[in-house]
């Protein structure tokens, strides 16, 4: 492939590859790294702030690694078109954000966490918002299906056998955070875009 084009594709992809790249990175770490970026609640509230995003890229095994990277493939193809690479790194970076404090401020029976699926409920919601803002209603029963994946997840519990795929708990009220911080993001770009069109 010639330098141009793949330079191109590299930058139109940087957001997933980056992901796939850090993920995979700290996971042949093995333990030690997940021990000093997993989210941990008594380590943040003495000071280790960074563990608030970093606890998002570090799983709990290779099962729970290419569970959440298959899952990040699918957002992508879905809707990567519909933000620019800047706006889809302040989306994942405000999910992330989102799970950590949500988990910190309304789950303080939660003491760690780990991996990049409350990230990807954002990544989810802040496509379809977008997706639906630029006119593509055919994505409605794509919307129909998240929520009702969110309100069972908060009603009933985790989704059959998403536990034993992953290997241990799955954390459902990150799931949610991660959706908000997607959604009410997504809506801020939105705002942003019209407010650059009424003034163009």
Known sequence: MPLRPLNKQLRTHALPLSLVALSTLFALLGDRATQWLRYDRDAILHGQWWRIISGNIVHLGWPHLLLNLAGLILVWLLFRHTLSTRSWIFVTLASAAAVGIGLLLFDPQLQWYVGL????????????????????????WLLLLFAAKITWEQLVGTMPGSAEIAGGDVIVDAHLYGAIGGALTALLIIMEWKRKHHHA
């Open 117 to 140: 699926s409350g990230v990807l409920h954002g990544l989810f919601a802040a496509g379809l918002v977008t997706a639906f803002y630029a006119g593509n209603r055919g994505d409605w």
